[in-house]
């Protein structure tokens, strides 16, 4: 967990970011392996606020916390439709294939990324930036954005100095 951690601090220093979202920029991505929550599709506050707990409580009781901070998918389709806050699944990143879990394979590939500083939740401005270049690059989207904290409150300070990257799998 230390050594992950310590690779996100790592990563924090080399990406342009703003609060609006940093350049969007085509970074190639390895196939990862995502334990995911139930499927929620809600902008609901409280129904957030207990999937994310039960997510958390999940991976820390079947030990599946490699030290990556939660992060959160959600579908191209709601993004489509400006609905940037509901959320499809809450994940946490695994080493490797979490078998008899609940997961997700982010598939290997290009994405659309940016990197977004302050407030986690303040992310209609980066996903506006993304899907403009996406739209602008004449590329598709894939099935779902994930956004994942990069320096968290563990690693940061104060909330202003959260990293969260945002990206997107496309294609031509």
Not at 102 to 112: E, R
């Amino acid at each position: 967990m230390i050594r992950t951690k310590l690779d996100l601090v790592k990563l924090s220093g080399q990406p342009e970011v703003s609060q609006s979202g940093g350049e969007v920029r085509l970074e190639e991505s390895p196939e990862e392996y995502l334990v995911i929550s139930p499927r929620l599709d809600t902008d609901d506050h409280d129904i957030i606020i207990h999937a994310i707990c039960e997510h958390i409580g999940y991976c820390n009781h079947n030990q599946l916390n490699a030290g990556h901070p939660y992060g959160a998918m959600v579908s191209t389709k709601s993004l489509l439709d400006g609905k940037w806050d509901t959320y499809a699944h809450f994940f946490t990143k695994v080493p490797q294939r979490p078998e008899g879990h609940p997961y997700h394979v982010k598939p290997a590939g290009s994405y659309a990324v940016t990197y977004l500083k302050g407030n986690y939740y303040d992310a209609a401005d980066a996903y506006g930036a993304l899907l403009d270049w996406i739209r602008d690059n004449r590329l598709i989207p894939g099935e779902f954005s994930y956004k994942e904290a990069v320096l968290d409150e563990i690693a940061a300070a104060s909330e202003e100095d959260y990293i969260t990257k945002i990206s997107i799998p496309v294609e031509k």
